[in-house]
């Protein structure tokens, strides 16, 4: 009787003990993420798709979003680094374009004031225009821009973003002085959609997946993207293929609060990570043609640091900087 009391008492605690393992365990409660750029933006359309990966994957109960666009994702930035100060469920979407903004601006908060958890993946910048526009191809729109460069109204992120730098250095290699383009730059994608779908911008540049549902529609037709060689999923010559040994491309990734313990970094990192490998950020990869290209913690902050030289030569570079 007593033997099998024991063995049920056994029985039960491993199934106590496998029911607790198959069970979601929550890293996380709510997490909160800064997306400092406008609504449908590159770093609000990340950290919504993250952020519903998170759930899926129950490493987050909720999550809640907040946006902050203005001067390249730096005022976003400074709310986040001044509001979230050892919050263990606060997560800021980041990417070369903010690099590149607080090289030109030089603002009292930087990327060294909160803590990186993880790089996510990486896009390359198409060039495209409205379905109607005149120009059917690239080597239509260059021999426009090569005529009378100031004719065509460029439009894309904030000024030295990795869109504005990215047109630069195309027309640099067009023997175009960069103080002839003319490029218009918005606070996030939203907004520089809205401009070209209304006639105010010519040729709008920016990420795939903040333009692919506009393209589909027909709305847009891309003429380039500035990826090394073509990407799965994109119908666009490279700008190699036209002659331009031009690569425009943006990394994005998240950074945690600043004060975080190892153990908090630690966890929210696996939470991240974990999340990246659920159905719906595999599918998000996928429809939005990113380029996986997880790097974590240390090596992330490493990576970062050598971004801001790289950057800031290309900055000078085009004379923007």
């Known amino acids: 009787m007593f033997a099998l009391a024991r063995r049920f008492s056994s029985n039960l605690a491993v199934l106590v003990t496998a029911a607790a393992l198959a ?34 994957a129950k490493t987050a109960k909720s999550v809640t979003f907040e946006n902050k666009g203005g001067a390249g994702g730096t005022l976003g930035l400074a709310q986040f680094a001044n509001g979230t100060k050892g919050d263990p469920n606060a997560l800021i979407v980041v990417g070369a374009i903010m690099v590149a903004a607080i090289e030109q601006n030089k603002p009292q908060i930087t990327l060294k004031d909160v803590t990186p958890i993880a790089r996510l993946f990486t896009e390359y910048n198409v060039i495209a225009v409205r379905d109607d526009s005149p120009y059917k191809t690239l080597d239509d729109l260059i021999k426009d821009f090569k005529a009378n460069p100031s004719s065509i109204k460029f439009g894309g992120g904030s000024k030295g973003s990795i869109d504005h730098i990215g047109i630069a250095e195309l027309a640099s290699k067009m023997d175009v002085p960069v103080n002839k383009v003319n490029y218009v730059a918005f606070a996030g994608g939203g907004e520089v959609v809205a401009a070209t779908l209304g006639g105010h911008i010519t040729v709008i540049t920016g990420g795939y997946a903040e333009l692919a549902k506009y393209v589909q529609s027909k709305q847009f037709r891309l003429l380039a993207i500035g990826a090394p060689s073509r990407v799965e999923g994109i119908d666009a010559p490279t700008l190699k293929e036209s002659g331009y040994d ?76």
């Open 246 to 321: 031009v690569t425009i491309g943006n990394w994005r990734g998240v950074y945690g609060a600043a004060g975080l313990t190892p153990e908090q970094r630690k966890e929210l990192t696996e939470a991240v990570l974990t999340a990246t490998k659920s159905t719906v950020w595999q599918e998000n990869v996928k429809t939005n043609a990113w380029s996986p290209s997880i790097l974590t913690g240390d090596d992330f902050g490493k990576f970062v640091e050598e971004e801001h030289g790289r950057l800031r030569a290309m900055l000078v570079k085009v004379g923007l900087l």
């Open 23 to 56: 069970s979601p365990v929550f890293a996380l409660d709510t997490v909160k993420f800064m997306a400092p750029g406008s609504v449908g933006g590159g770093y609000d359309q990340t950290a919504r798709v993250l952020g519903k990966a998170m759930v899926e």
